[in-house]
């Protein structure tokens, strides 16, 4: 299984052969390592790295004619390469539909991970181990059929620098509170997030707590003909099962420390369904309310091991879904208070708790548009800053179409 020849363009004019300095045919690894990248000269001329398994650079050159559209390219050179072993039989696989959606996600990232020439990059997702994701939601559809420029995808640019990718909050919370001093912000989605968001960057931290609304909800539908506990009503006439608290306190999720992401195969549908089956003698508002506390409980564990150490705050600024049940919120804010902090939510700050996810995504696709490094290293634990965002622009920004 082979590689379609790649033929690239640079955007004015190729670097005069002199300067492209191509790789001698003896070059060790090492070498090729440090060539790999795509290099750019000042005046957007772009100089091809080498491909996988050759040393001799590809190159290809063109131009914007007088009628605006490109000179026809003038071909330099090309090659053609194997995909990796261990890659061949998966992408057949994929071509008969015998990929799971995490196979295939994988496949996807190490199939990227090609280009950089390194085997090891490969292996980062091909034998797991780094975070990976699937995202729905075509932005080309959206854009061509909104007529909307469309930001998509945020999270595989920092997954490939060896972030989390998850949470994505803290962007807008730096953008939104870097001028108020160090501040704590809390989102209840599906899952918990805490921001610690301040001017300095570097100090910033994100990272999941445990469950947010996924495990209430699943309860809900399966023992109502609910969708979700609305404003806790149900949580707030039930008791604490200790041992089940006891023993959901003790997940090996909470063993990981920050930059940590928690995702539905930690605390989803699964997990909930092995608790109902248990516990299944016990009264869903019990079930409800131990689980409401525990959700409150994780958050002010996080607090405790995580932010308070490392900054001095007085609140918590809450949005999100779980913003909306009432139950959820005291018992939060009777576990934070004992640190001397109070709850308020993002409302405060002219950011609806119910859109403030919204929000974050249009403003990290203000920031793409823009080429704004729109992630946080020292939060994610990516090596560096980056622009996150596949932009597609809206048809109607289409140049040259007379």
């Not at 772009?46 to 650079?57: F, I, K, Q, V, Y």
Request: include cysteine; charged fraction near 20%; glycine fraction near 8%.
């Amino acid at each position: 299984m082979r590689r379609t020849p790649t033929v690239r363009l640079c955007g004015n004019r190729c670097l005069d052969s002199d300067s492209m300095d191509p790789l001698p045919q003896s070059a060790s690894p090492e070498e090729l390592n440090l060539r790999i990248e795509r290099e750019y000269n000042i005046d957007g001329t772009s100089r091809m790295a080498p491909h996988l398994t050759e040393l001799t650079p590809s190159y290809a050159k063109s131009a914007i004619a007088e009628d605006g559209h490109p000179t026809r390219p003038e071909f330099v050179s090309a090659l053609t390469v194997d995909w990796p072993k261990e890659l061949q039989p998966m992408i057949m696989k994929a071509f008969e539909n015998e990929l799971s959606l995490f196979d295939m996600t994988r496949v996807n990232y190490a199939a990227g991970a090609v280009r950089s020439g390194s085997k090891s990059l490969v292996d980062r997702w091909l034998k797991g181990g780094y975070p990976c994701g699937c995202f729905v939601v075509e932005s080309g559809v959206v854009a061509a059929l909104s007529k909307i420029t469309c930001v998509t995808q945020f999270r595989p640019v920092d997954h490939a620098l060896c972030g989390s990718g998850a949470p994505l909050m803290q962007y807008l919370d730096f953008v939104a509170f870097r001028h108020d001093g160090p501040t704590v912000a809390l989102n209840i989605g599906g899952i918990a997030n805490l921001q610690l968001a301040n001017a300095d960057r570097s100090k910033m931290m994100a990272f999941a707590t445990g469950p947010g609304n996924v495990m209430l909800d699943h309860v809900v539908k399966e023992r109502t003909n609910m969708e979700y506990d609305k404003n806790g009503e149900l949580a707030a006439k039930g008791q604490v099962i200790g041992s089940l608290l006891a023993e959901l306190q003790s997940h090996p999720f909470f063993d990981r420390k920050p930059p940590r992401s928690a995702w539905r195969l930690d605390f989803g549908s699964s997990y909930a369904e092995d608790i109902l089956k248990r516990f299944a003698s016990s009264s869903t508002e019990d079930l409800l309310t131990t689980l409401t506390m525990f959700t409150a409980t994780s958050i002010e564990r996080a607090l405790v091991d995580f932010i308070l150490p490392k900054a001095n705050v007085t609140k918590v600024v809450a949005s999100g879904g779980g913003t909306r049940n009432t139950t959820l919120l005291k018992f939060i804010s009777q576990r934070v208070a004992t640190h001397g902090l109070q709850v308020c939510t993002s409302d405060e700050f002219g950011l609806p708790a119910a859109y403030k996810e919204a929000i974050k995504f249009a403003t990290l696709g203000f920031a793409t548009k823009r080429g704004l490094a729109n992630n946080i290293p020292a939060a994610s634990g990516a090596s560096s800053f980056a622009v996150l965002g596949k932009l597609t622009l809206a048809p109607r920004l289409a140049k040259n179409t007379d």
